[in-house]
């Protein structure tokens, strides 16, 4: 196209390149995944809501998908991915922490444990109760959770008292509810008083009606499996471009002698700071910051 005619042509041209961006700007609401359930909180932060844990679909050993990844931001922007290590594969970014943690320097530390790699499970449940959102009653979803909730599971499958009785809250007969209490505690979303009730039989036990349910969960092996990660040259590539602005990876931070990563991966799954991003809606917030950076 010539000059002159860019020139004659530049307000059809506004009108069709904002045309496209409002169809950019609609097409972000595709990237919600309407399978998940999400707690709502009001103003002060405090939530509730029942839900019920389902057992694993047909063709699926454990009722949950435990997932790594690594968020945080740098000079060249946020980096938000998938960890490898989900698959027990090397990842770049557990391989730079690992140094940065053995390096003997304090502050490598803190960089290690800025970087440090989210934990979270997704299972299928069913909401029981939701007054914020009732229409979410009686339906299936899938839910994101972190290490706290977990906890919770583990402590009602392995009670710490002999005078406590072990249930499976994947049960569709002796498993048990769950109520969701949200708390706003210095600044953080707290999962600390939500609680298991007593064990009892979903929809009294109607195994018809149980059987229709269980077929038609979610199957939870999509989100472990490799398509779903990017390859290790294509992280370690997005790594550097993050840290640095470049593709150099002989960064400051990187050039540390390496030594053996066994120390730094216990320290990443078991350091317990102040406060440990690892629920969803925490995760959550570097996603938002992200849309927003952009």
Request: no cysteine.
């Amino acid at each position: 196209m010539a000059f002159s005619d860019m020139k004659n042509k530049s307000r059809s041209s506004m009108e069709r390149l904002s045309g496209e961006l409002e169809k950019m700007n609609g097409n972000k609401a595709s990237y919600k995944d309407d399978r998940f359930w999400r707690p709502t909180t009001d103003k002060s932060g405090n939530g509730y809501a029942v839900i019920r844990f389902l057992p694993p679909s047909d063709g699926e050993d454990v009722p949950w998908a435990r997932l790594f990844s690594h968020a945080f931001q740098g000079p060249g922007g946020w980096f938000i991915e998938n960890s490898r290590t989900t698959l027990g594969d090397k990842d770049p970014v557990s391989e730079m922490n690992s140094r940065l943690w053995n390096s003997g320097v304090e502050s490598d530390k803190d960089i290690a444990r800025e970087r440090k790699r989210k934990l979270q499970y997704i299972s299928n449940i069913f909401v029981v109760s939701d007054p914020s959102n009732p229409e979410n009653e009686g339906k299936i979803f899938l839910y994101k959770y972190g290490k706290k909730i977990f906890d919770k599971i583990n402590e009602a499958m392995n009670p710490e008292f002999q005078d406590e009785e072990a249930v499976n809250p994947f049960d569709l007969w002796n498993g048990a509810n769950f109520r969701i209490k949200i708390r706003k505690v210095d600044g953080y979303t707290n999962y600390d008083k939500s609680e298991f009730e007593h064990p009892s039989a979903m929809h009294e036990g109607d195994d018809e009606r149980l059987e229709a349910l269980w077929n038609s969960q979610y199957k939870l092996s999509e989100f472990t499996d490799a398509s779903n990660f990017k390859s290790y040259d294509e992280i370690k590539s997005r790594l550097d471009k993050v840290l640095s602005g470049s593709t150099s990876y002989n960064t400051a931070e990187t050039t540390r002698v390496e030594t053996s990563s066994d120390n730094y991966e216990k320290a990443e799954d078991t350091t317990t700071s102040t406060v440990q991003p690892d629920e969803e809606d925490n995760a959550m917030s570097y996603f938002q910051k992200l849309a927003n950076d952009e």
